[in-house]
């Protein structure tokens, strides 16, 4: 995504990008890129709730792009608490363990995970880049290391999903990651301790 | 070994893989950062954290919602 220079106090919302490098940004994007290619995928697989999240994400980032706007990290700041209390912790259990009871993919279930879905999302898209003491550049060797695992990771999944009988029947031969997960979802318990991990993995995604 | 244990086998050596890259990025001086480190930077423009998070927000659907 382009980027201008940082503006001081009261300067935002004033400049605007020029459009051709920044649609040359937007095609040059990997993100926008992977995500299309999921949502493309997710949509041949039958999963059109799915691909419409990918998709809108990929077309806003594009749209950021491409249109003029207001300069990012202007904007207020929204905060997202470091530590969580009991409360709120209480309360993701208690989504885990009741949500966890209904069985998947049912309408109950898909609006229960959408809502916090989409409220992160928002929050990313609105958020300020991490202002603290992150690294500013990884070494090369590193980013090509674990580029290298999950490349390799997407294409051996890829792979075996394109090794199914057909993109939308499972394999014994070649399962994917959501085959062999399969087992441990189709129980109550199971189903709430994954939907706890995710809600803690996105807490945790917040906070970078 | 059927073709289901090399799949397996596969998915395993992904996950040792990982593993030790985050072994390694605890030694002094390593060249190989953290996953924490790699996700802090990613998510450093508006493109890598509604990226990042667009995937988490997909795992929940793909395992969950219709």
Redesign the interface.
Known sequence: ?PRLEKLGAGEHESRHLSPAPAIGAAVR?P??G??LL?GIF?WLSG?A??SV??FT?AL??AW??IVPHPI?GTGPAVPVPTRLGPIPVAGALAYSVI?GGFG????T??IA??V???A??A???R?R??AGP??K???P???V??AS?FV??AL?ELT?LLLQPSLTTDS????T??V??DPV?TTHPG?SI??FL?LA??WF??Q? | MSSHDVALAVYVLFVLGGLLLQLLSSRDGSRIPSLGSVITRVMRTRSGRVGIVAGWAWLGLHFFAR
């Open positions: 995504m994007d993100i926008i992977i995500l999921a997710d999963n709730i799915h999240l990918l994400a806003a980032l950021d792009a990012e949500i998947r993919y049912s309408w279930t898909t995970v959408i916090p879905a989409g992160a999302l929050l990313a898209w958020r880049g991490h992150g690294p550049r990884l070494d060797v590193g980013e290391a674990w695992v390799a990771l051996w075996q014994y031969a070649h399962p990651i959501s062999l997960t979802l189903r994954v939907l995710w993995l996105g995604l917040l970078r």
